[in-house]
């Protein structure tokens, strides 16, 4: 239902919530009960309107324009049988309005009236000027009419799905939305609400209206949930309409709304906030995909295996767009720290109406999202493509279970696809003042025909190669290996023990995994069954005292790498710091003690500056990994002379050296 769904989404005026109870005064007469409906419409007060639009059809409707206008009110609220019968009605009556066989075509195929939704979408489209007035409803149109020849008005029932309603306390009688699936259950937004009043929508000072939407936390498996938690994040005046994790957990991207007086609308952005000791930051503006007047929102981390870097999607209202919401992607700058500019995905992905809730899936390469702007059930549908050599390919849909003819967004799946949380606002006994009011989270799993039952599990443990004891607080990243491309599956951290499920047969994974203070290790394993696999990782112990680069010399009085210097730094340093990509090491040249004591201070840390621009400009590590230090002659490891006081030449040499050390702080990438 458009109305409820663009208050979650796009925080338009928040008409349901009040701060206190306000009387409705009706006037006598009914052209005044008419202006004062559509004032509230224009105020995006529906429910208002539909209370003047109940009492002006009691005295008496004065005309087909206003009864046109209650059809669409109907659409609006999500009454499509009951706006039908007032759209029938007109065509009968023989009503001249341009959008009258357009909204003839949108509810026809919503009732499940292929043949006659096609036949209205074929009249407004012949209908003259319809193009050059009415750019977006000729592209809806043109969209749904294709929709209809494609797959016979049925949808791609070609996957076929059953959807659950969920048991236990997660739909409550507000808004649900953006679930995402964990561990143990889910993470999901949800709308406070105490009590639901109308308010005098010109008198309410928007600004001051107390945030209601905030993220949750069930445990639970499929459709069935038990407890629920406040998840530990503060968001003050800041209404959530979604959020996303980075792919290490550390990370959480939200986009927040607030109120702008000047602007007189909801404005979303996106924010970040950061785990830092076990605590998440307040989250804090990213500036690069902010615009001034637009809302950001409906944000989803992805990661891009080939450029091994995350990116972001987005839903944004900007200029440039095509209409209404479009959907953008941003990748992230490991080295600058930021994000690139937007770009839109095209026509391939965005309609002249509105494209928008995306998640990409990264084990599939997968987009999905929903759009009213293509045919479909009605509403928003669910559509996805995949991402394949950095392009999109062709759109595709699913059938009737998961798309309704209301609003069907926030589609998350699992791992394998086979289930997964959509957010619909179809009929609900949870919901407020009416069936359709609010969106709740529903389950929804493939049938036996498509579902992969046969699934694997893999079980990891890291152990301390010395010790031999398991590492609590592991880290793991898991691989999927096609026809030697890697795609990006999941991440997680166990404690003693990781289990990672539904896996899919007959494919080949590699694992990587590491904790703080060891250097991180990979392996493949075949997922030949169902079985359990069990996989350990001895994980060796990082030494965090210097270690010398045999050989990496200079010639006298110069800071010039030679080519075997180079080779041995390439041998010996490079490996560790792409191996270990959150390492940072500090590079350390010596000298013996001839010459005076600036001298020998100034040549060291050139020479160590030489490795350190070395490895930064050749081979393309992040300076920020990098730190470089000159000690002179003040750390020898042999005594420059002999006992008698004679020169020790050997020993000079020993102490005319390059080292590099791990250092304890390791690599943030955010």
Known sequence: MRWLFYIVLFFCPLFLISQEQVDIKMPSSRTKIYKQAMKAIDLKDYFLAKYYFDVLIEK???????????????????ENKASLLVIQELIKEKFDHPLLYYYAAILFNSDKEPKKARDYALFFLKKKGMFAEYKAEHAHMSNLKLYLDSFGGRASDTISSRVYTLEGPVNAPGAEFNPLITNDGI??????????????????????????????????????????????????????????????????????????????????????????????????????????????THVSIGFDAVRNAPFVFFSSDREGGRGGYDIYMSFYNARALKFSTPRNLGGKINTPNDDITPNYHTPTNTLYFSSNGRGGKGGHDVYYSVLKSSLFENVATFGEEINSPQDDVFFTPSKSVSDGYLVSNRYSENSLINP??????????????????????????????????????????????????????????????????????????EIEVYAPKFYRKKALIEVKNDS?????FELEPIDFNPILLPLVEFEFDSFILTQEAKRIIDSLVVPVLRSNPTLKIELSAHTDSRGTDEYNEFLSQRRAEAIHFYLIDNKKIYPERLTSKGYGEYVPIAPNENADGTDNPENRQRNRRCEFRILQEEYDPY
Request: proline letters at 3%; glycine letters at 4%; hydrophobic letters at 35%.
């Open 436 to 509: 359709h009011c609010c969106d709740d989270i529903f389950y929804w799993e493939m049938t036996s025909i498509q579902r992969n039952k046969k699934t694997g599990k893999i079980k990891v443990q890291a152990i301390n190669k010395k010790t031999k004891e398991l590492i609590p607080g592991f880290t793991y990243e898991l691989y999927k290996i096609d026809s030697n491309d890697l795609s990006f599956i999941e991440n997680g951290v166990g404690q003693d023990t990781a289990v990672i499920k539904d896996l899919l047969i007959k494919k080949t994974y």
């Open 187 to 296: 993470i999901f937004g949800s709308q406070n609400m105490k009590a639901v009043n109308y308010y005098k929508s010109t008198k309410l000072d928007k600004s001051k209206i107390n945030a209601t939407r905030g993220i949750y936390m069930a445990k639970g498996t499929k459709e069935v949930f038990s407890e629920i938690s406040d998840f530990p994040l503060e968001t003050p005046n800041m209404e959530i309409s979604s959020f996303s994790f980075s792919l290490d957990k550390r990370v959480l991207y939200l986009s927040g709304c607030k109120y702008i007086e000047e602007l007189k609308k909801y404005k979303c952005d996106i924010y970040q906030s950061k785990l830092k000791d076990k605590v998440w930051t307040m989250p804090e503006i990213i500036p690069e995909l902010t615009t001034p007047e637009s809302s950001n």
């Open 532 to 536: 359990l696999y069990i996989v350990e």
């Open 60 to 78: 008496g409707i004065e005309s087909d324009a206003q009864k046109f206008e209650y059809a669409k009110l109907l659409y609006k609220l999500g």
